[in-house]
């Protein structure tokens, strides 16, 4: 059938392939964005321009499994970011600029309240939504 060396070969492509593409998608990410994949396959082709969008999400997938990328979902499309620390979003709804907070009193909260209806093994993510200091000084001013 097929010869070993073909078979390693092919093994080690596809490897070097996988790790390029954690690679592109994680540089893509490393701004601190909040990036929808659509967004993430645009910046990941300039690099690898065959990349499929499949493919972005089978890798998104991966790389969520193994801990380097969070995904956050409010509203529209799930966003993906590179991992931090437990943290939590304050959303402009006015530019939708996401700004990461860290909010440590939000686990105490969660606890309390889990506690009470004896839920157990909890996770808890908050979200603000409003209007960021820009738009809320734009609005004032009338000019949104
Ligand atoms: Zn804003
Ligand atoms: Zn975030």
Redesign the pocket.
């Known amino acids: 059938m097929t010869d070993g060396k073909g078979v390693d070969a092919g093994l080690l492509q596809t490897r070097y392939r996988l790790t390029k593409q954690r690679a592109a998608i994680l540089r893509a990410l490393e701004d601190g964005a909040?990036l929808t994949a659509e967004t993430i396959h645009e910046r990941v082709r300039v690099e690898l321009p065959a990349v499929s969008l499949g493919t972005i999400y089978r890798t998104l997938d991966i790389l969520r499994a193994i801990g380097l990328v969070?995904v956050?979902a409010h509203g529209g499309a799930a966003r993906y970011?590179a991992a931090l620390d437990k943290?939590h979003?304050l959303v402009c709804v006015a530019c939708g600029e996401?700004v990461?907070v860290p909010a440590p009193q939000v686990a105490a909260i969660a606890l309390a309240v889990a506690q009470d209806n004896r839920y157990s093994g909890i996770d808890a993510a908050m979200v603000i939504t409003g209007r960021c200091a820009r738009c809320a000084g734009l609005a004032r001013n009338g000019l949104s």
């Open positions: 909040h969070q956050f970011e943290h979003h996401i990461n």
